[in-house]
Structure formats: C-alpha cells, structure tokens
C-alpha cells in the first residue's frame, strides 16, 4: 500500500533551522510531482512548495528565499529545509505526492499525503 511518512518536525527557536524528509513506499512506478503544505491552527492548508520530478521547483511567495525544497529521486524522497523560521511558520506540515502505482500489469494515477509532522517556532 502506498504511503508516506514525514520526520523532521519539532520545537526550534525564531531565526532557527529545521529540515524535514518524506519517504514514498509501496508499488511505486514513478512519481511526478511532490510537495509540502501546510496548515496552521483556524487556517485552510496551503502550499508551502512543490517539486517535479525533473527538478523545477515552485514556492509559495511567504517562504521564497527562506524554505528550499528538493528530492531524491531514486529513494523517493523528498525534502524540505527550512531556514529562518518565524513564529508565523508554526503549522503541521503534510507531504503530498502524486504517484504512479503499478500493480501487476495495471497502472493507477494517485495522490497521496503523509500523516503530518507538527513544527512550532517559539522562543
């Protein structure tokens, strides 16, 4: 079964660092594009940033210059590493990833979201 898990979360103070990783298991033929969003307590979840599978990478405007997102294709992985965190970041933050299953000789098109990791920035 396809799945993802998310590790990376946590604590950290403003200014401070964290990076976190996702890991696609299961019957996988291929992965198009992966992505990390977010969703803050009384907000609607949002984008944080995406990634193709060849490398063209898109950000939401709030972490432009801050978050970098990246991917390793061939562990189906992907990662995102946050630098200079600020109170407004604090969030669970889910990875999405759509996903070409092969079972057999079939073929599905699915779009999966891991259980989400929680980072809270505060001092």
């Known amino acids: 079964q396809l799945q993802l898990v998310e590790s990376g979360g946590g604590l950290v103070q403003p200014g401070g660092s964290l990076r976190l990783s996702c890991a696609a298991s299961g019957n996988i033929f291929m992965i198009n594009t992966m992505g990390w969003y977010r969703q803050a307590p009384g907000k609607q979840r949002e984008l944080v940033a995406d990634i193709t599978s060849g490398g063209t990478t898109n950000y939401a405007d709030s972490v432009k210059g801050r978050f970098t997102i990246s991917r390793d294709n061939a562990k189906n992985t992907e990662y995102l590493q946050m630098n200079g965190l600020t109170p407004e970041d604090t969030a669970v933050y889910y990875c999405?990833?759509?996903?070409?299953?092969?079972?057999?000789?079939?073929?599905?098109?699915?779009?999966?979201w891991g259980q989400g990791t929680l980072v809270t920035v505060s001092s």
């Open positions: 999405n990833a759509k996903v070409i299953e092969k079972t057999g000789l079939r073929y599905g098109s699915l779009e999966v």
